[in-house]
C-alpha cells in the first residue's frame, strides 16, 4: 500500500501513542490528535476538526470520555458518543473513507450499555469502511493507579462483586498492532474485532505471575464493592472516581472477560502475547520498583 495520512486521536494514550509509532514505521504520515498538534485537535471544539482532517485518509478513535466519568443508568461509564457521531460524520464528509474505533467489551456484553453502543453505531451508519476493536482488560493498569502503587507496596487491594471471574487480560502492544494492520490493509471492514490474550484467568493469578516475575512476595487483598464504596465515600474519594471503580468491577464480575477470543490472531495470524511476557517485560524497566 502506497503511504498514505492518518489521524490518530489519543495519540498521548496507551493505545494511541502505539498506533501512531506503528504507522510511522510503515512510512505513513501521522497526525496527532492532541489539543497541542499541528494543526490542534479538541473533542471540546468542533471548529478545530476540519483542519486536522485536512488530506486525512484514515481514522482511528480512541473515544474520549465524559469529563465526569459519570455512570448511565445501565451502569457503563459515559464516552461522549455524541461527539463521537458528530466527529465521525465531519471526518466522512472530509473524505475518510477507513475508520477503526476502539470500544469494548461491553457493548455485546451488555445491550443495555447505551454508551458503547452509541460508539459503534457512530461508525456503522456511514457508508465508508470501518472496524470495531473489542478488547479485553489491559495488563498495563497494572502499570497505571492504583495497581501500580499495589505491587511496588507489596499489597494489591482488588475491588470486586459477585464470584471471583476470570479475566482476558490483553496487551495494548496487541491491540494497537491490530488497529495498525485495520487502518492500512484491505478486508476489515465490517468486522468487529474481539481482542484478548491467550488465556483467561483471575486477578489474583496476575498478581501473583507479577510476584514470580519480581521474585518478591506481593499481597492480594479482595475487597466487597459495597464495602469500598462506604470506605471510599468516607475516606472522601469523588463520585467521579468511586463511579469508575464501580463500572469496573460491575464489568469484570458479568461474564463478558471470562474466556478469551482469536481475534488478534485472526488479523495479525500470530497469538496474541501472554501476561508472563508482559510482567517480564515491565519488570525489565524498572516499571515497579
Not at 184 to 209: C, D, N, W
Not at 255 to 262: E, L, N, T, V
Request: one cysteine or more; glycine letters at 10%.
Amino acid at each position: 500500500m502506497s503511504a498514505q495520512q492518518f489521524l490518530v486521536t489519543g495519540v498521548t494514550g496507551n493505545t494511541g501513542s502505539r498506533v501512531a509509532a506503528g504507522l510511522r514505521q510503515l512510512g505513513h504520515a501521522v497526525r496527532g490528535g492532541s489539543r497541542t498538534g499541528t494543526p490542534p485537535f479538541d473533542w471540546d471544539d468542533p471548529s478545530t476538526w476540519r483542519a486536522a482532517l485536512r488530506g486525512i485518509d484514515a481514522v482511528y478513535i480512541a473515544a474520549p470520555m465524559t469529563g465526569a466519568l459519570r455512570v448511565g443508568a445501565a451502569g457503563s461509564v459515559g464516552f461522549r458518543s455524541a461527539a463521537v457521531a458528530e466527529f465521525v460524520a465531519t471526518a466522512h464528509a472530509c473524505g475518510v473513507r477507513r475508520f477503526v474505533l476502539l470500544s469494548g467489551r461491553s457493548a455485546r456484553a451488555n445491550p443495555a450499555s447505551p454508551y458503547m453502543i452509541a460508539l459503534e453505531e457512530s461508525v456503522r451508519r456511514i457508508e465508508a469502511e470501518w472496524t470495531v476493536l473489542s478488547p479485553g482488560v489491559f495488563n498495563q493498569n497494572f502499570l497505571a493507579e492504583p495497581l501500580l502503587s499495589g505491587i511496588r507496596h507489596g499489597r494489591v487491594t482488588h475491588v470486586a462483586t459477585g464470584p471471583v471471574a476470570n479475566l482476558d487480560f490483553i496487551d495494548v502492544a496487541d491491540i494497537a498492532e491490530v488497529a495498525v494492520r485495520t487502518l492500512t490493509t484491505p478486508g476489515h471492514a465490517g468486522k468487529v474485532y474481539e481482542l484478548s490474550g491467550p488465556r483467561a484467568f483471575p486477578q489474583e493469578e496476575a498478581v501473583g505471575i507479577i510476584g514470580r516475575t519480581l521474585r518478591r512476595d506481593i499481597g492480594y487483598v479482595r475487597v466487597e464493592l459495597d464495602e469500598w464504596v462506604r470506605r471510599a465515600r468516607a475516606e472522601g474519594l469523588t463520585s467521579d472516581s468511586i463511579d469508575f471503580v464501580s463500572v469496573a468491577a460491575r464489568g469484570h464480575s458479568s461474564g463478558a472477560y471470562s474466556h478469551p477470543f482469536d481475534g488478534v490472531e485472526q488479523v495479525l495470524g500470530r497469538p496474541p502475547r501472554s501476561f508472563e511476557a508482559f510482567a517480564r517485560e515491565a519488570a525489565a524497566t524498572g516499571a515497579w520498583q
